[in-house]
Every structure is written in structure tokens, then in C-alpha cells.
């Protein structure tokens, strides 16, 4: 794996309090107790599924469990942190992998960087291609805004119900989640 550019990453103490503002965004933007038709995760709390946690009482999950479980290694902001750094762009991708998955993630992340030319598949496997294409743009920091409004945009496209090529948003989806799927896209990693 490549190893992430030193000049991104937040020291130690100022990244575990940035971690737990991002945990406080995520609580904010999957909400409370939610059984939808249409949500793939079943009964969710605070972001938690219930397809994903079968022995988990749902309904009484405490905000501090639900983070918990986010801090879990081998979740979204473990793997997003692994992948990108200590950044916000660990935040904003793990965001997007709680809320789409993280194949969708990584395919917004490869569209994004491709904007810079890095010729990647836009398959949503994260590998070694993505991680070096995304430490070579980050190298310049006059990119690392424009690759974040990339991000944004390109979720936000997502989020419209755009053809993706590892899953695309059903219009009935659209129309019931996307007034708040509009907001959560604008979050840019803290």
C-alpha cells in the first residue's frame, strides 16, 4: 500500500477530536430509529442496521454504542483512515461509505481523481492504482479543495439518481431520501 503524504495528516491528539466531531456529523445526518421500505439497511439507528448487527436491539442503541461501533476496526472510518490518512478526506469518504457503501465511495473517489487525469477504472475497488492516484493529487496542496468540490459534486450526481457503475440510486430512492442525501453531500470531511 502506498503510504499516505506526511503534510495531510492531523497529529495525533487533534485527529482522535476530530474523529469524534466527525462521529457527531454522522450521528446528525442517519438521525434516530428509521424502519423505511426503502432503505437497504432495514431498521437503522443513528446509521447502525439491523441486517448488519442481527443481535443488536436497534431501537435502544445509545448514540456512545453507535460510536463505538464506528471506531471498530475494519469500518468505514478504520478502512477510510487506512486508505487516505488522517484527513478530512478519511472523514468525508467514511461518511459516504456509512450513508452508499463503500464500493460507491471508492467510484466517487475514482471519478474524482480521474478530473486530474490519473486514468483510473472506475470500478469501485480500492486498491493500490486508487491510493497512489490519490496521494499524487493530494502532493499539490492547490488541489486538495478542488478533489474535495469534486467529491461533493460527484455525490451529489449520485445522489440525483445518475447511472454510477457500481449501483445507481432508484428515482423512488431519490425522491424519498433526496432533500436530505443534498445536505449530507455538502458535509467536506470537518
Do not use: C
Not at 485527529?15 to 439497511?41: C, M, N, S
Not at 481523481?113 to 490519473?118: H, V
Amino acid at each position: 500500500m502506498a503510504n499516505m503524504v506526511d503534510d495531510v495528516t492531523y497529529e495525533p491528539m487533534e485527529w482522535e477530536q476530530k474523529r469524534d466531531a466527525f462521529l457527531d456529523t454522522v450521528i446528525k445526518h442517519e438521525g434516530g430509529y428509521v424502519d423505511h421500505k426503502l432503505d437497504p439497511g432495514g431498521k437503522t439507528k443513528y446509521g447502525i442496521s439491523q441486517k448488519q448487527y442481527p443481535d443488536l436491539d436497534i431501537k435502544k442503541l445509545e448514540i456512545e454504542d453507535a460510536k463505538t461501533i464506528y471506531k471498530r476496526t475494519g469500518g468505514e472510518l478504520a478502512s477510510a483512515e487506512t486508505n487516505y490518512g488522517k484527513n478530512e478526506f478519511a472523514f468525508k469518504m467514511a461518511d459516504i461509505g456509512i450513508n452508499a457503501g463503500p464500493q460507491i465511495g471508492t467510484e466517487i473517489m475514482q471519478k474524482s481523481l480521474n478530473f486530474f487525469g490519473m486514468e483510473l477504472d472506475e470500478d469501485g475497488k480500492m486498491g493500490d492504482a486508487t491510493r497512489t492516484a490519490f496521494n499524487k493529487v493530494i502532493d499539490n496542496p492547490d488541489n486538495r479543495n478542488q478533489l474535495m468540490t469534486l467529491i461533493v459534486q460527484n455525490q451529489k450526481r449520485y445522489y440525483a439518481g445518475e447511472k454510477f457503475n457500481t449501483k445507481t440510486v432508484s428515482k423512488e430512492k431519490v425522491e424519498a431520501f433526496g432533500g436530505g442525501w443534498e445536505d449530507r453531500a455538502n458535509y467536506r470531511g470537518i
